[in-house]
């Protein structure tokens, strides 16, 4: 958990909810904060600054599971013992991406969620998009502009035209979160200020045409796999930004979509199919735009959210699958992975 992304806040509170709800007749489980992980190799490895200004937390940095006969050490920053399992409690950038899952893979510890390449690829808003249209899978058009490419404001605003058919545009980093450094751009002289916003956040920028329509999310389980009830999230700002996604109340969160059954069973096939596209393991959530008749699908999170206010947990809830009992498939299924 915790983490240096900009999504570190989220993910402790993903942590702290995950720890207290796993049963402790199963297992013994310890939190452990990778900027403390980092921060423990950092000064030997990199002189890079790896380390956000977030507030450190105090987390017993230790794992140990009982059957292994570990002892354990809980003196911060010492590691003693091999977990049977790690759960990524981690969002964004260092843990949603492939790079812990790579760690983890090198170490043979197994781990609940996908794996390096699926989790690489949905990090990757372009990437994704470049695979699902491949599958057959309705995305959004865009224009994608790279850091240190050099346009010329005319001829941005020419290719939006040409491309997308005009204003308004939606701008995001491609590689983030959260919704940080998203602009909707109405007019044209807004657009090159969005871009370097996004840019600021990640080296390359996705320019989309902008869909207005209803916001859904399409979780999808393993074990056996199965895609649970549809959310519409209905914002209280304009777009689904970072505080109407974390703060309780900030969105209205509705299950089961309100939409026709033949649209909800297309969101649903999508969502199945956009986590086996990409290769996703254990859970994944789909977040998909609908306008009149058409579904599109904005983006795949492999490590969706596990706060109280979170989307997932919501909808498993919504098909009966208890917190703890959503918990022990997750691990089951990590450890059917091995
Ligand atoms: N092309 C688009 N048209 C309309 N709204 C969009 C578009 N792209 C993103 N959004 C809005 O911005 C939010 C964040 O975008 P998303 O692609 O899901 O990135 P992330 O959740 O990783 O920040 C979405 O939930 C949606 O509300
Ligand atoms: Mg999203």
Redesign the pocket.
Known sequence: MGGTSSERAVSLSTGRMILSALDPKRYEAVGIDTQQMLAMVAPVWTSAPLLTDAPREAFPVAVAPRESGGEWAREEGGFSGRPDVVFIALHGKGGEDGTIQGLLDMLQIPYTGSGVLASALAMD?AMTKRVLRDAGLPV?PDISVARGETHTEERLIAEVEACLGGFPV?V?PNA?????G?T?VEEPERLLPAIKDALLHDASALV?????GM?ITASVLDNPRQALPLIEIV?KGT??DYESKYTEGGSEHIIPARLPESLTRRAQSYALRCHEALGCRGMSRT?M?VQGNEIFI??VNTIPGMTPTSLLPQAAEHAHISFPALLDRLIDCALEAR
């Open positions: 808003k959004i939606f995001k983030e979160g959260s919704t940080v998203c909707l989309e045409t902008y869909v207005q916001e914002p777009y689904y977040d735009l904005l983006e």
